[in-house]
């Protein structure tokens, strides 16, 4: 009668602990030396503006009983970030802010290492490709641009910050469905979309594609024209006037999403905690005003919610990649 008693106990407090509530499992574990947020971005990159959002609303409210410093490890197209996580395997100390690159790396065969190898923790925010041009350009609509693509292809230098990435992969299905040929398209590719921007408003480019928030800044100061957005429907605020690709008769949606990943091996308990600390943040006055002054579009996803939401995006992405001949892994 004892033991079966014990066994009963030891049943039911087992399962109040799965049954728990994230808020709850996350007590059990905290923070105890410095966390760093690892980006792929270099300073002033989109990633890298992100991060650090995150870092001073995290350590502003006091979300968080620790320092909290940025790594900046670009290079490889995340794939260095991505490496450098790893080296801290089931640390909870360490977490990296990626974008889709993390999908596009592993398809087109930059490196073995995918989004099955790290820890999902939360998707913080989408931002969307917009394709800009020149103040002075003759280029005004994106039927302008794909007449000029299907006479020549090469007739366009276009900046980007990583081929297969999700603003190159943007740009090259709009290019596909508007009748030419983004195979043949001579693109250049940069550290940081901001570095690209610079570029085309300094004469060296004719086109850029890149995340909304890295092209404001040419834009507001009449360097730069948006051609076109990637998203469903148009944005408000400076981006009102902006037509969307399907507005222009073109088919693209690519999603440039930007998420939190633990270390493989860290805990539910971790995990928990920093979904809810993070889930904290994103309800505070001043990630929502982050969010409206730069563009980006809210849509925050616990760990198990958004493991869903990276296995639908990764083989939508996958798809698209075959498409353009960019699919490795078959």
Request: charge should be positive; charged fraction near 15%.
């Amino acid at each position: 009668m004892w033991v079966r008693t014990v066994i009963i106990a030891a049943v039911i407090s087992t399962a109040s602990t799965l049954l728990a509530p994230p808020s709850a499992q996350a007590q059990s574990w905290k923070p105890d030396k410095v966390i760093e947020i690892i980006t792929s971005s270099a300073a002033g990159g989109s990633n890298d503006q992100i991060a650090r959002v995150a870092q001073n609303i995290l350590q502003g409210n006091k979300l968080v009983p620790t320092p909290l410093n940025i790594a900046n490890k670009p290079g490889g197209n995340q794939t260095l970030a991505v490496v450098y996580l790893m080296q801290h395997p089931a640390d909870a100390h360490f977490h990296l802010l990626a974008n889709p690159t993390l999908f596009t790396n592993y398809v087109s065969g930059v490196t073995a290492l995918s989004h099955n190898d790290l820890t999902p923790i939360a998707l913080l925010l989408e931002e969307h490709t917009v394709v800009s041009v020149p103040a002075n350009s003759p280029i005004k609509s994106m039927q302008d641009l794909m007449a000029r693509l299907r006479a020549d292809p090469e007739s366009v230098a276009v900046g980007i910050v990583s081929r297969g990435g999700p603003n190159h992969l943007a740009l090259s299905q709009a290019i596909k469905a508007g009748g030419a040929d983004p195979r043949r398209v001579r693109a250049a590719v940069f550290k940081t979309n901001t570095e690209s921007m610079t570029a085309m408003a300094g004469g060296h480019l004719q086109l850029v594609a890149s995340s909304v928030s890295s092209a404001m800044a040419q834009v507001q100061a009449g360097n730069a024209r948006i051609l076109a957005i990637a998203s469903q429907r148009r944005l408000g605020g400076a981006l009102a006037n902006v037509p969307t690709f399907k507005e222009q008769g073109i088919d693209s949606w690519v999603a440039n999403w930007r998420a939190v990943f633990g270390a493989k091996g860290i805990t539910p308990a971790q995990v928990a905690y920093w979904e809810e600390t993070l889930a904290k943040m994103a309800a505070t006055d001043e990630w929502k005003k982050q969010l409206e002054l730069h563009n980006w579009s809210g849509q925050f996803l616990r760990s198990r919610e958004f493991n869903k939401y990276l296995q639908a995006e990764f083989a939508t992405t996958r798809a698209i990649m075959a498409d353009l001949g960019l699919d490795k892994t078959k």
